[in-house]
């Protein structure tokens, strides 16, 4: 059955302060590949690969990738079923409208949606979209009994993991199913069907910029992957398109010390010559001398901290189990040994106040000192149907509409607004305010204590190089910058021809 599946375009917040920006799909590129291997006949259609130099302003943010008709006009008509994936909650409003338009354009084939976003927030979706299914959780099982009981008329019923509309047009949700154990099994994924290279040329990769780029999952949710098989997908990408870095896209790729250990030795006896990533808050349990070692023999270049606060009581509202001590002790041993490490945090959670934002100014200035290389700092936003989110919303906070969605894209954004503002001791002007003095006091006791970094951070910059992520937010205000004196001259250049060729048509009727 030809079954065409859809990475939509994407929101993209050019305004904000980071480099933060969408990349490839990787849950598309699983379900293509087991689509694929039960013999279906998959196309894709990825409007981000297609088109990753066209943005369209929307409002005070922008879309990237193929406009949704674009992505109309290119399904084949003979395709039996559109799958659609979408990550991210945020992007809603350019999904659904998608969606309306597939359904508009080609009434008679099914929609099938999954992904984080269907995940979490099935009901909207289904309600605000003519979707006929959605796939909840892991998806490879699901997809392939529902595409085969699509192809031969099969009982849908009896289907676990889907959510649909009945005769009668009611949404039924079948209990969900059991995540996948042997996490070996699973095919690797279909990137020959998507344009590796234009991510990678566009920058659309995650993690700091080391061109080759493909990206990396070690786990799914609690089961890992043998090192061996990983590192089998690793050197099969080697090979195949001469990649030579792997940023990991797991929430937290390393828990365990065992897997870390047995995977930077897979990679050592192979003797592959690689950088790997890992983008994601790493457990700081996990980070002793040793470990940080045996990362940096591997090969791996960047880990990310995620304490999210320095001020304890916050930690413990958000269940963040992270102690100073071993925040501190982990900090330590990956500088020490040469890794590049950030540190992420979170600012204006409900239940922050002043006292909270100095003790994560403080935090941050002992994290400078001990050589930390970047910290990002975004503004607080609740995700729906998260447990901040029950509670915001029992107080009458939130309302579950395209605002609040969309609050994601704005996190990084240079000044917090009062609307989106979720901290009753702060005003948004305050917490911006925060912003920046936690960010100037980390950067600026970094380069006091270690004066060496303003070199290379300059000398990268010369260079065109990137080795930790203030060096990428250069590299990315630059892009910008030229990419936007570019598109000046082109347009000074076409009304100057427009003003030339009227010249010429007057001189003529003179
Ligand atoms: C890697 C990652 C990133 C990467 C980007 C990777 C990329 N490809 O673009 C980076 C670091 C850039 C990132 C950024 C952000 N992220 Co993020 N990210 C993740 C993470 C950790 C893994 C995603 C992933 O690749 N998973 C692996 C694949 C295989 O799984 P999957 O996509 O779910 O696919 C499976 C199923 O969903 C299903 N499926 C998927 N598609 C389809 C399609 C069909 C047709 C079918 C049948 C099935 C199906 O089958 C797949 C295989 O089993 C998730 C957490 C998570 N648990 O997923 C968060 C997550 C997706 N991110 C999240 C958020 C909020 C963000 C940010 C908005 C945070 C912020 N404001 O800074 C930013 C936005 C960035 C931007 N564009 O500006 C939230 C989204 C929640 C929501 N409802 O919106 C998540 C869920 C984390 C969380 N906190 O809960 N992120």
């Known amino acids: 059955m030809k079954i065409q599946l859809v990475h939509p375009p994407v929101y993209i917040n050019e305004n904000g302060l980071t480099a ?11 379900i293509a590949a087991v689509l694929r291997q039960d013999g279906h006949e998959v196309g894709i259609i990825d409007a981000l690969g297609a088109a990753p130099n066209q943005t369209v302003k929307d409002g005070d943010i922008w879309r990237i990738g193929l406009s949704t008709d674009e992505v109309v006009e290119r399904i084949a008509p003979d395709t039996k079923v559109i799958g659609v994936t979408s990550m991210w909650s945020y992007a809603w ?11 508009a354009r080609w009434p008679g084939k099914p929609i099938v949606c999954g992904g984080e976003h269907f995940t979490a927030v099935t009901e909207l979706s289904m309600r605000e979209a003519p979707i006929d299914f959605v796939v909840q959780g892991e998806g490879e099982e699901t997809a392939i009994a529902l595409c085969r009981a699509l192809e031969i008329g099969l009982d849908l019923t009896v289907i676990p993991g889907i959510v649909y509309r009945d005769a009668s047009g009611t949404i039924r949700a079948n209990p969900r199913r059991d995540r996948i154990r042997n996490v070996d099994e699973i095919p690797w994924l279909a990137w020959e069907l998507f ?8 920058r659309l990769v995650t993690g700091i910029y080391y061109e ?4 990396i999952l070690a786990t799914r949710g609690c089961p890992y992957r043998t090192p061996k098989d990983v590192v089998d997908e690793i050197q099969n990408y080697v090979e195949k398109y001469q990649a030579t870095n792997f940023p990991f896209q797991d929430l937290t790729a390393i828990l365990k010390r065992e897997w870390v250990v047995e995977f930077t030795k897979e990679i050592l006896e192979r003797g592959l010559k690689i950088s790997w990533q890992l983008p994601a808050g790493t457990r700081s349990e996990i980070i002793d001398d040793e470990a940080a070692r045996l990362l940096v ?22 269940k963040k189990m992270i102690t100073d001590e071993k925040l501190f002790r982990a900090a330590r041993a990956a500088v020490r040994n040469g890794l590049n490490v950030g540190i992420f945090l979170v600012l204006g959670y409900p239940t922050d106040e002043p006292i909270d934002m100095r003790a994560t100014a403080r935090m941050v200035r002992k994290l400078a000192r001990v050589g930390v290389d970047d910290v990002s700092a975004g503004f607080f936003f609740p995700l729906p149907n998260t447990e901040i989110y ?3 919303e029992k107080q ?4 579950l509409d395209d605002a609040f969605l969309k609050l994601p894209i704005y996190v990084h954004n240079k000044f917090m607004s009062p609307e989106r503002n979720y901290n009753p001791h702060m005003t948004a002007r305050q917490m911006t305010r925060w912003k920046y003095w936690i960010v100037a006091n980390f950067y600026v006791n970094n380069f006091l204590f270690h004066p060496g970094k303003v070199f290379r951070i300059l000398w990268n910059f010369v260079r065109g190089k990137e080795t930790s992520k203030m060096e990428s937010f250069l590299q990315e205000t630059r892009r910008k910058f030229t990419l936007r004196r570019k598109s000046r001259d082109a347009k000074a250049a076409e009304s100057g021809s427009a003003r030339s060729e009227k010249t010429v048509v007057g001189a003529g009727v003179d």
Do not use: F, Q
Not at 212 to 215: L, S
């Open 20 to 30: 933060l920006r969408p990349s490839l799909p990787m849950g598309l590129a699983y």
């Open 93 to 103: 409003p350019i999904v659904r409208e998608l969606i309306h338009k597939l359904k």
């Open 195 to 202: 344009d590796v290279r234009a991510y990678v040329d566009n």
């Open 212 to 215: 080759r780029t493909v990206p």
């Open 297 to 318: 023999e591997s090969g791996c270049r960047s880990i990310n901290l995620a304490p999210e606060s320095g001020s304890e009581r916050t930690r413990k509202h958000m």
């Open 390 to 392: 029950r509670e915001l």
């Open 396 to 399: 009458g906070l939130v309302t």
